[in-house]
């Protein structure tokens, strides 16, 4: 099935072509729900959660956009309304970072296979989640601050002792 028919066929609501486009999309999309929780079950849900909106909002899609950015961007919203509603950055969250970059000096624990997606995922949740936002899918500062309900300080906080911790990971991690 083409990519055209697959479009069509959403603006129609056909369950086929939903079911198309998700097949097409959803092992990408997990990778991004992955980047935001460790726990697999979750990011399951969340991707799950994510595609239910895409087929609700798809009269929204505007075919001169991309459409794995489209569904991306509301694969990532979907991931911060989760965020959001179980979440609560706080200083101790470093505290956590701590412990783990201490734990990480047996070379056993992080084979040379790791990679910096492992290393991300150590981080904890506020962190990585704010990371993710600002490093990767491109949110200013103030932008995250709305999103998640917090100070465009904490923002910028965390990321700062988020780079600091992948910096020891990383150092840790090639030191091998």
């Not at 609560?88 to 701590?98: C, G, L, Y």
């Not at 600002?134 to 988020?162: D, F, P, R, V």
Request: charged fraction near 25%; hydrophobic fraction near 35%.
């Amino acid at each position: 099935m083409e990519l055209d028919e697959i479009i069509e066929g959403c603006y129609e609501n056909s369950r086929k072509h939903q079911e198309a486009l998700y097949n097409l999309y959803a092992a990408k999309m997990l990778g991004v729900c992955l980047t935001y929780t460790k726990d697999r079950d979750l990011a399951q849900d969340i991707l799950h959660d994510g595609f239910f909106k895409v087929f609700k909002k798809f009269h929204q899609y505007d075919t001169s956009w991309s459409l794995q950015g489209w569904i991306r961007r509301i694969i990532v919203n979907t991931a911060i309304d989760h965020f959001r509603k179980t979440n609560r950055i706080s200083p101790m969250d470093f505290q956590e970072a701590v412990y783990l970059v201490g734990s990480y000096n047996n070379a056993a624990e992080i084979s040379k296979t790791a990679d910096l997606s492992m290393l991300i995922n150590m981080l904890p949740t506020g962190a990585r989640t704010i990371f993710n936002l600002y490093t990767i899918e491109g949110y200013k500062h103030n932008e995250i601050a709305k999103m998640l309900s917090i100070s465009e300080g904490t923002s910028k906080s965390q990321l700062s002792k988020a780079k600091s911790v992948l910096r020891e990971l990383v150092t840790k991690y090639y030191e091998r």
